[in-house]
């Protein structure tokens, strides 16, 4: 049996999406906690902010593309720049199958790969066991 | 006595004498010839009249008075005056009744100028055969009747015969027939003395075949009585010389036919100063002005906008670095790079307004510049189509924008919403797994899933190119047959249809894998879908193949379909045909696309309850 993951931090405008979410997450048994946010701009602050904190940061980041406010491109930018010491896997999650989209995300080294919406129990299995790779 | 009036009266020079050489008698051309006029001689000696007589002549005279007979047709004397002069004479004896010689008759000619036109003749003779033999030009004799008497060697070159080849025919047959009659008009006005000679351009047969340009001298030879002998014919190639002229004609024509036929395009030739010097029927229609008003009094100014040429004057000092103005602004350019075609306004003579294309050639002669040439058309109807054009590109353009916009919503917001929805699903039968069996929930469920099969058909629909000729690769189509084969292995296993694939090994077409395994896949399973429950289901797949294409034939056995009613919409976006559970109408839309973005085509065959034969045509790689 894999071990679940400490921390899932999603970040998603679409409450629908982290209602289901969570809910799939919680069947899985996939996590300890969870971080929610609604764009990527409330995820960035908070992020930094628990970082400088000292606090534990997510082990995984379930980000998605499109959002008010700060994209997920956006917010991967900044939190690059970031360099947090503690590793977080980062998985851009969106309904977009554009395949510029999916160049755009292979071109970030910090982005472990693309997942298409909706998120199942199998797509989380396949990310635990990416995690205990790790 | 009549022998004396006879010898008297003789038109030539005789005289009679008897046995002591004393003259008995002497013709009137006689004493005219040896200068006797006035003299009495009748009855004297001979000798005694011509004391110069030597002996040589006296013992001439001697052996006839004896019976001989001394003859000399042409006896040359160079006189002591230099003087040159033939003599002919005759002296014989004549006999009286009883048979003894009764004294002499002599006989003389002056034969000098015979002899001499006799040898002028000669030379001239032999002038004419050299000049005729070696002549550059082609000098014939021609007969009365058209056969010719002799020919010289020019002659035979320029017609490419040899002599006794050229003697068969007439003149007529190797004359073109369009050049025949005037030819022979001529000839008979020859005849009829109407002219002393002609010339005349005309074609001959040359033995090749083909016609060659020639020009031909005839003068008609008459005899001393003015009777037609024969013609002399002198012929000139001038082949060359004709065609080059004929060209220069022809083209001459064209030009000229250029300019007065061409009604709706302007040209306006002028000198280096700019007058206008040429004015067509184009330019008159175009610009309102008369060739009166303009030739060798206007220069092109007075149709141009004055602050355009302004305008283009400032452009030309920031391009060339120095003031340029006037008649300038139009042929510094062209002077400097042969043309220049540029837009322009043009002011008509009522003072309207039009777009024009204008081409400035300079016109060189020999090497020197001696005018321009300004070629105009109107172009405001292009400018206005091209503005019309603009704004439907415009709408276009607007029309893709939005047609992405709506691929992205399609894309994105549509997607994410179908998949909360199936999740959403997913999560409340697990959570209250006795709804399983609820119609609603079930029904929930199967919409959640269409709404997520539909999502994905309309993304392939946007998502795919409608050329990708770039990506084309040859694809060996036994190879990809087997394969979707394989991917459809387990759907015709399970509804027991079989699938042969009669594919011969050497067929290649040109596709991309992933539209060539989809197109394949979809006639597979629209096989296996539409196969009659009546019979054991079959799908044979076969291709034959010309220089173009290979054509791939899908042959079921199954429900069929009657064409009448469902061809029109058989390949249209969300048309099903069947009522069948699972028939999914975008199949044959997607690939009848992805057929023709491979550059093919589709066709179908169909009776209901016999099968369907789906023919798809893709190009054939193996010509290639």
């Not at chain 2, 027991?496 to 594919?503: D, G, L, M, T």
Request: with cysteine.
């Amino acid at each position: 049996m894999k071990t679940r993951i400490d921390i899932a931090c999603l970040v998603d405008d679409d409450p629908v999406y982290i209602f289901a979410t969570k809910k799939v997450m919680t069947m899985a048994n996939f996590c300890n906690s969870f971080l929610v946010f609604n764009n990527g701009r409330e995820a960035l602050d908070s992020l930094i902010a628990i970082m400088q904190s000292g606090a534990k940061m997510p082990d995984v980041i379930l980000l998605d593309v499109n959002m008010p406010v700060m994209d997920g491109w956006q917010f991967l930018d900044e939190f690059i720049k970031v360099k947090p010491l503690q590793k977080t896997i980062i998985y851009i999650v969106t309904s977009s199958i554009d395949p510029e989209d999916i160049q755009r995300a292979k071109s970030y080294s910090e982005v472990s790969d693309y997942i298409v919406k909706p998120v199942t129990e199998k797509t989380l299995h396949n990310i635990l066991s990416d995690f205990q790779q790790a | 006595m009549y022998s004396e009036i006879f010898v008297n009266q003789a038109p030539n020079a005789i005289a009679m004498f008897d046995t002591e050489m004393c003259y008995l008698a002497a013709s009137q051309k006689w004493i005219r010839d040896y200068g006797l006029q006035g003299k009495e001689i009748i009855g004297k000696s001979h000798y005694e009249i011509f004391p110069e007589i030597g002996e040589d002549w006296k013992q001439i005279h001697r052996e006839c008075l004896a019976g001989a007979i001394n003859q000399n047709e042409d006896a040359y004397f160079l006189r002591e005056d230099g003087s040159e002069q033939w003599l002919m004479w005759d002296v014989r004896p004549w006999y009286k009744e009883d048979g003894k010689v009764g004294g002499l008759l002599m006989y003389t000619d002056d034969i000098t100028a015979r002899k001499k036109t006799e040898q002028q003749l000669l030379l001239s003779e032999a002038q004419f055969r050299g000049a005729f033999e070696a002549s550059p030009n082609g000098i014939a004799i021609v007969s009365l009747q058209g056969n010719w008497v002799n020919v010289n060697p020019a002659m035979c070159h320029i017609l490419g015969y040899s002599k006794e080849e050229l003697m068969q025919p007439t003149f007529q047959d190797i004359t073109h027939p369009d050049d025949l009659a005037p030819d022979m008009a001529l000839v008979h006005e020859l005849l009829e003395g109407k002219r002393e000679y002609y010339h005349l351009e005309k074609r001959y047969k040359h033995k090749d075949g083909h016609y060659i340009w020639a020009l031909l001298s005839v003068s008609l030879v008459k005899d001393s009585a003015g009777k037609p002998k024969h013609f002399v014919s002198q012929v000139t190639d001038i082949d060359m010389q004709r065609l080059t002229q004929h060209k220069l004609e022809q083209t001459l024509n064209k030009l000229e036919g250029l300019m007065e036929a061409s009604t709706q395009v302007g040209i306006i030739g002028t000198d280096t100063k700019g007058l206008i010097t040429t004015y067509n029927k184009g330019a008159e229609n175009l610009l309102g002005y008369t060739p009166d008003e303009m030739l060798y009094k206007q220069t092109p100014q007075i149709i141009h906008v004055k602050e355009e040429v302004e305008e283009r004057a400032k452009e030309l000092k920031a391009i060339l670095g120095r003031e340029v103005s006037g008649f300038d602004v139009f042929v510094t350019l062209p002077r400097e790079q042969q043309y220049e075609t540029r837009e322009w306004t043009f002011l008509r003579k009522d003072g309207t307004r039009f777009s024009v294309q204008l081409t400035i050639t300079a016109v060189h002669e020999n090497g020197e510049l001696v005018g321009y040439l300004g070629i105009f058309a109107d172009i405001s109807e292009i400018k206005r189509v091209e503005s019309e054009i603009k704004s439907l590109l415009d709408v276009t353009s607007d029309q893709n924008e939005r047609l992405k916009n709506f691929a992205h919503i399609v894309s994105h917001n549509l997607r994410s919403h179908s998949g909360n929805i199936t999740i959403l699903t997913e999560l409340l039968l697990e959570e209250h797994p006795e709804l399983e069996s609820d119609e609603v929930v079930q029904n929930l469920k199967l919409s959640a899933a269409n709404l997520k099969d539909t999502i994905a058909h309309l993304n392939e629909v946007v998502a795919m190119n409608t050329t990708v000729t770039q990506n084309l690769k040859k694809l060996h189509l036994k190879t990809r047959i087997d394969t979707a084969i394989q991917n459809v292995k387990a759907i015709a296993e399970a509804n027991n249809v079989v699938i042969e694939n009669y594919v011969d090994d050497s067929y290649y077409v040109s596709g991309i894998e992933a539209y060539l395994d989809s197109i394949v896949i979809n006639f597979l399973t629209n096989g296996i879908k539409y196969r009659s429950l009546q019979r054991q289901p079959v799908v044979k797949i076969n291709a034959t193949a010309d220089s173009g294409y290979v054509t791939i034939s899908f042959e079921d056995n199954g429900i069929g379909m009657d064409l009448k009613l469902v061809k029109h919409k058989l390949f249209g976006m969300y048309k099903t045909f069947h009522g069948n559970a699972d028939a999914r109408g975008i199949g044959l839309f997607i690939t009848k696309n992805q057929v023709e973005a491979l550059g093919g085509k589709i066709d179908v065959e169909s009776t209901e309850n016999v099968g369907t034969t789906f023919k798809v045509y893709l190009k054939n790689e193996n010509t290639h």
